[in-house]
């Protein structure tokens, strides 16, 4: 990041967090609830005309296709949750996917790849906005996912994380974060769980606020999203 929003340290493998901390702060937790329902009913009141308009492009670039893509990811406590975004990639990308795993781009269980031939002509802009994500302001409010947090991944995923890894999960999963705000698709796994578990270790309204307004930055100027 060119200017850290908080101190990345890198942990060592054997670093645990206090997690027992963490559920006495209800505070923070209430208050980020509150903010939560708040910030995504604004969310969605702002994009109901472009989410209209990205609506229409998804359409006429495949008249067949369907408008939202839905997958089960993976939540806090590893409990499973059907994840909204808009399509942006070609209808039956998934069953595509075990031919690409050989050209992945990134480190450990996440699969990237900047040239994926999967995604559409429209799934390619909104992607590099963020804009493919605004469906899940519904996530927000339904309280499967909150506003700011780690990514909630797949269970492929999930299936090979260590205890370690695992710790990204005791949080409920956000619609951006601290890798989002940072070099994003260039982050590999072990990067992007430096960076939730950082979050996690010092995440507070304020921080929440500051990877908000970053994020809204990035959708304007965006950087390496793919």
Known sequence: MKKELVRVNKPTANHKLDFSFQQKRYVYRTFKRIFDIILSLLGLLLFILPGLVIAYLIKAEEPKGR?????????KN???FKMYKFRSMKEG???QLSSLLTKNEAEGPMFKME???RVTKIGEK???????????????LKGDMSLVGPRPPLEREVVSYTDYDLQRLNVKPGCTGLWQVSVR?????HDM?????????HCNLW????????TVKIMIMPNTAY
């Open 67 to 75: 408008i939202f893509y839905t997958q089960i990811r993976i939540g």
């Open 78 to 80: 590893r409990k499973p």
């Open 93 to 95: 990308a998934d069953q």
């Open 115 to 117: 040239h994926d031939p």
């Open 126 to 140: 909104i992607r590099s906005h963020s804009l493919d994500e605004i469906p899940q302001l519904f996530n927000v």
């Open 185 to 189: 698709s260039n982050v590999g796994f």
């Open 193 to 201: 769980l430096r960076l939730d578990l950082t979050y996690i270790a």
């Open 207 to 214: 921080l929440d606020l500051k990877i908000l307004l970053r």
